[in-house]
């Protein structure tokens, strides 16, 4: 199983986003995330230059449509050559099996495929008043869990808390990808369930997806080494 450290790319301009990369030394090429903030700014050729200068790429548009809309969309970003792309399991068992058709290239290689259960700003009170489930939070995340693996997706996008969980109810092969990492003197920010890196390496996680802690560092390369130092025991 792949493990490795992915830098959430939250900049809003591609020149901000490059100067970030620029920092790194030529042959040191992290996996990067990059949102709906830049991909709306600045479109897929952002995803394309990116990736012309040798990063893995996690694009994270999660995906909720009709599945013969989603299976369409996924096509186009199967061209643009990135690793892993997601969608949220709320949209069901057929746009989750179109998505995968969708992403399939010819030659029968595709990107990684990963689900977003509960967002992880819907809390229990909102599940209940505005969302109408009564099934309890933890629940309603390993069900769609479930379902995302039945399937045929590849992993999760959850919380470390719940990596080994998801890990023992979909199987060891089922990819966990989470974010709310912070180093334990590093700031939480607006992220409530978080974990350190080596706690999480040791706790199911494949991908740990850290923004703010590398980014907004004074030293983003030292802190990026330091993540995957310490996740990667
Ligand atoms: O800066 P920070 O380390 O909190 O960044 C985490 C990244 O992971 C952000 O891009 C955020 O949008 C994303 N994310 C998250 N929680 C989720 C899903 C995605 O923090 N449940």
Same mark, same amino acid.
């Given at each position: ?25 030529? !042959?040191? +090429? ?20 990116? +990736?012309?200068? !040798? /990063? ?5 548009? +999660?995906? /909720? ?97 719940? @990596? ?22 590093? @700031?939480?920010?607006?992220? +409530? ?39 990667? !025991?």
């Amino acid at each position: 199983m792949a493990k490795d450290v992915i830098i959430a790319l939250d900049f809003p301009t591609r020149e901000a986003t490059l100067a970030f990369l620029d920092q790194f030394p030529a !042959g040191e +090429k992290p996996f990067v995330k990059i949102g709906m903030e830049l991909f709306y700014a600045e479109g897929p050729q952002i995803v394309r230059d990116i +990736k012309a200068r !040798g /990063h893995k790429i996690f694009l994270d548009l +999660k995906l /909720h449509d009709i599945p013969n809309t989603v299976k369409s969309a996924m096509r186009v970003l199967s061209r643009l050559d990135v690793d892993m792309v997601n969608l949220h399991a709320a949209g069901a068992s057929e746009m989750m099996k179109g998505a995968l058709e969708g992403l399939t290239r010819e030659d029968g290689t595709r990107p990684l495929l990963i689900a977003v259960t509960q967002l992880t700003s819907t809390d229990a009170d909102a599940l209940k008043r505005e969302l109408l489930i009564e099934t309890p939070m933890a629940e309603t995340v390993m069900a769609y869990a479930k379902n995302a693996a039945a399937s045929g997706l590849d992993g999760v996008v959850c919380s470390p808390l719940e @990596a080994a969980l998801v890990k023992e109810q979909c199987g060891a092969d089922f990819v966990t990808v989470t974010p709310g990492i912070r180093f334990a003197d590093s @700031a939480a920010g607006d992220q +409530k369930r978080i974990m350190t890196p080596e706690k999480a390496g040791r706790s199911g996680c494949d991908y740990i997806v850290v923004g703010r802690p590398i980014t907004k560092s004074e030293d983003p390369v030292a802190a990026y080494r330091r993540a995957v130092k310490d996740f990667m !025991g």
